[in-house]
Every structure is written in structure tokens, then in C-alpha cells.
């Protein structure tokens, strides 16, 4: 079960150039996949609480990685990023 982050094995080639791409925007996508395994790893059930836990370490991995591209804006990323929490603040399990 994946909430977030299929940890399949994936033998896709891409020739998408990765230097090419908006680190910032691919960061603050990774964020908001943060917000939600930290959701989940808050109100899931069990089960779901442990696939967020497990998930959330991949999703730090890719945040490091973004912050340190070459076309990562940390302006930008705060910004992003406070938009972000303010959308989800207060969000609770129903």
C-alpha cells in the first residue's frame, strides 16, 4: 500500500533533463506530500500511520535534493510554503 510514494521498482527512461527543471516548484510539490503523510501519520489508522511514517523518509530525501538544485528559489520556497501550511492548518479526521 502506497499513500504517496510507490516504492515499486520503476525501469522507465525519461530524457527529460532534470537541471532543467524548477526546483522550486518540484519542492513545494514534495511539501505538500509532507503535509499529507504528516496527516496521515496523525489521524490515519494504524496501518496508514505506518506507511506515513515509513513514506515521510523518502519525502525528506526529495525535499534535500530540490533544496540544493541549481533552480531552487529559497524565497520562493518560503512563500510556497506558507500557503501551504495555511491551507492545511486546522485540517482534523472526520
Known sequence: ????YDESV???????????MDGTKAYLRHYESKLALCFFATY???AERWQAEKELKI??????FWENHPNFVGQLAREGMEKLNNNWKGRRAT
Do not use: D, Q, T
Open 1 to 4: 500500500m502506497a499513500l504517496i
Open 10 to 20: 520503476r525501469s522507465v527512461r525519461s530524457n527529460i533533463s532534470i537541471n532543467n
Open 44 to 46: 490515519g489508522s494504524p
Open 59 to 64: 519525502c525528506e530525501r526529495k525535499l534535500r
